[in-house]
């Protein structure tokens, strides 16, 4: 990570960086100073997520009463990590796997309205598109 940060985003090279111990398998996890974090694609499968988030999570982020981590940098593959990577800010809490929410009922009730009304907005947008843009018939 080090190496990556040094090439790509010199402007946190002097930030230390710390490897994070992770319940999850897809992504590892390094601290980048006080207020970020690296997310680094652990298994092929989970290679295309950095973009895929760069593009979706700001988003969606104004949209949910839960916080998301915002990607603020998108690195690119190299030779060394053949992957895109992202850096995002740091959330302050908690791990879920070791000290769960007190009610994830509420959240996902919350989550549920909220991606409901962004998706509808969504595909508004995408038909406002559409229509005068299409070509042919």
Avoid: Y
């Avoid at 030779?79 to 809490?93: D, N, S, T, V, Y």
Wanted: glycine share 6%; with cysteine.
């Amino acid at each position: 990570a080090e190496l990556l940060i040094a090439q790509q985003f010199p402007h946190f090279a002097h930030l230390p960086i710390e490897r994070l111990s992770s319940a999850g398998t897809e992504n590892i996890i390094f601290r980048l100073g006080d207020e970020l974090a690296i997310r680094m694609p652990r298994v092929t499968g989970a290679a295309k997520q950095a973009e895929r988030e760069a593009i979706w999570l700001p988003q969606l982020a104004d949209h949910l009463s839960l916080a998301i981590p915002k990607p603020i940098e998108l690195g690119r593959p190299t030779e060394e990590f053949p992957h895109h990577w992202a850096i995002c800010r740091w959330l302050k809490g908690g791990n879920a796997f070791v000290r769960p929410a007190a009610d994830l009922s509420e959240s996902a009730a919350d989550w549920r309205c909220s991606s409901s009304r962004f998706a509808r907005r969504r595909w508004r947008a995408i038909r406002r598109w559409w229509r005068p843009n299409r070509a042919g018939g």
